[in-house]
């Protein structure tokens, strides 16, 4: 009777791998061990908004152009400090001056005379959520054209990672426990663990006061004449972080 003992255990085994999604389950009855890979994730709100703005002119020389982008860019950059964005806030991303050679084909002769010369520049400022609208109606307001989407993010990642591989450990011990309930063994303890992280872009801590707080105030001034538009509904977006856990437990 003993093949079709160990024939039973290896057919149920086989059998609860199949029925366990993204888990991997390894029985070693020399070892008295059973080793489960389980996958689960751990979510959050994002805290930080990295908004790429900036702006695009066009001028009918190289000089002009680079002028007025000297303007417009020194206009951004004092409206967005005095209402209270850190310079540990501000990234530059883009700065360029160079000959247009996308010409629309409705514009004429003289049009295109005025278009020959492009100047761009970009930032990307990391505020708060909840001052993500008003950090883009101040920049538009100061001269800024351009947009680029919001980039979320957390202000500490690895903690997000960390309660994932958590979760799946915890999802690991109950799948081992059903496992050995229907083997008719008693688990035992922890013995290895070890987690895989993600392949995710991490974001490092930034200082408290690189998240901007905005001068109400200030920003109300700047917008008061003519009556500023509804701001942008911008809501954080939830992060997802995704954890694989590798754990060997004793078997009794």
């Known amino acids: 009777m003993r093949p079709f003992r160990t024939l039973a255990i290896a057919l149920l085994a086989v059998s609860c791998t199949c029925l366990a999604a993204a888990q991997t389950i390894q029985i070693n009855r020399e070892n008295k061990t059973i080793a489960i890979s389980t996958t689960?994730?751990?979510?959050?709100?994002?805290?930080?908004a990295a908004i790429t703005i900036g702006f695009e002119i066009f001028k009918p020389d190289a000089d002009s152009a680079a002028a007025e982008a000297g303007k417009l860019s020194h206009a951004i950059m004092d409206?967005?400090?005095?209402?209270?964005v850190d310079d540990?806030?501000?990234e530059s991303k883009t700065q360029d001056v160079h000959r247009n050679t996308n010409f629309d084909d409705k514009e004429n002769a003289a049009q295109r005379a005025q278009r020959q010369y492009r100047a761009e520049q970009s930032w990307e400022f990391s505020v708060a959520p909840k001052d993500a609208s008003a950090v883009l109606q101040l920049a538009m307001a100061s001269g800024a054209n351009t947009s680029g989407a919001i980039d979320w993010r957390l202000t500490d990642r690895k903690e997000l990672q960390a309660r994932a591989a958590g979760t799946a450990l915890v999802k690991a011990r109950a799948v081992a426990a059903q496992m050995a309930e229907g083997l008719h063994v008693?688990?035992?303890a922890l013995i290895f663990a070890s987690n895989e992280l993600p392949d995710a872009k991490i974001y490092f801590k930034r200082p408290l006061g690189g998240l901007?707080?905005?001068n109400r105030i200030e920003l109300a001034a700047k917008l008061s004449t003519p009556p500023p538009p509804p701001p942008l509904e911008i809501r954080p977006q939830t992060i997802r972080e995704e954890a694989t856990v590798y754990a060997v437990f004793a078997i009794e």
Do not use: N
């Open 186 to 188: 008693k688990l035992g």
């Open 79 to 84: 409206a967005l400090h005095k209402a209270g």
């Open 88 to 90: 540990k806030s501000i």
């Open 212 to 214: 901007a707080e905005f």
């Open 40 to 48: 689960d994730e751990a979510t959050a709100i994002a805290d930080i």
